[in-house]
């Protein structure tokens, strides 16, 4: 089965500065990298995502590079608030036609603190 | 977006009793969902496939005896924790695939619940 591994497991940074956040994954056969942020006692939300056919996908203050050939991928946060403190959590899965009824393999967790 | 809620959001239960946990799809259908468990400062677990119209399918290590999974509908999953121990005391959460016409290469979370067992 698939085997994701997510580092740092802590980051500290100060506002302002960016974050960045490495999943690497065993499983070739997958093909969808989501990326959620989880705060204390809530369900993970989905922060943003890339699929196996693109290297590189941004959304204003967050973006995500995907080495297939590797079978590496990051978050990078760029201009960090204290609003972004969280955990944050890579997952993979691999997607037949364009579904999710396979079973999302989630990283460890990276709890993310921005300092004021 | 696609809305999963779970009902409750909290349960405080005696050891040995038996827990009902609901996980609902609430604006589209839902054939499979997933049910996980998350300990404090730990990551998501895949427990178990919730599959409508038949058998759950248990990961490595679950015991299906004791976390009972039944499908009864396309909006709706329950997991029943039988005989519960305080080392079940847990973060438990569902998800379900998008629907086809709404992101269905993705998963919808539902809020949790969390477990107290004394």
């Known amino acids: 089965g698939e085997n994701v591994e997510q580092h740092p497991s802590t980051l500290s940074v100060q506002e302002g500065d960016s974050a960045v956040i490495k999943c690497t994954y065993s499983d070739s056969a997958s093909n969808y990298f989501p990326w959620y942020k989880q705060e204390l006692g809530k369900r993970p939300q989905l922060i943003i995502d890339?699929?196996?056919?693109?290297g590189e996908k941004k959304d204003q203050r967050i973006a995500v590079t995907l080495n297939k050939t590797a079978k590496h991928f990051s978050l990078h946060i760029t201009e960090t608030q204290p609003e972004d403190s969280a955990v944050y959590f890579c997952?993979?899965?691999?997607?037949?036609?364009?579904?999710?009824?396979?079973?999302?393999?989630f990283g460890q967790g990276t709890i993310l603190t921005v300092h004021p | 977006g696609a809305v999963v809620s779970q009902h409750p959001s909290r349960v405080i239960c005696k050891s040995g009793t038996s827990v009902k946990i609901e996980c609902r799809s609430l604006?589209?259908?839902?054939?499979?969902m997933f049910w996980y468990r998350q300990f404090p400062k730990q990551s998501l677990m895949l427990m178990a496939t919730s599959n409508e119209g038949s058998k759950a399918t248990y990961e490595q290590g679950v015991e299906k005896d004791k976390f009972l999974i039944n499908h009864a509908s396309l909006t709706l999953s329950t997991l029943t924790v039988t005989s519960a121990h305080p080392e079940d005391s847990s973060f438990y959460i569902c998800s379900a695939p998008g629907p086809i016409d709404r992101r269905a290469d993705t998963q919808y979370f539902g809020p949790g619940t969390r477990l107290t067992v004394l």
């Open positions: 604006d589209f259908q839902a054939t499979t």
């Open positions: 997952a993979a899965i691999a997607t037949a036609g364009g579904t999710s009824y396979g079973k999302l393999t």
């Open positions: 890339i699929r196996s056919n693109v």
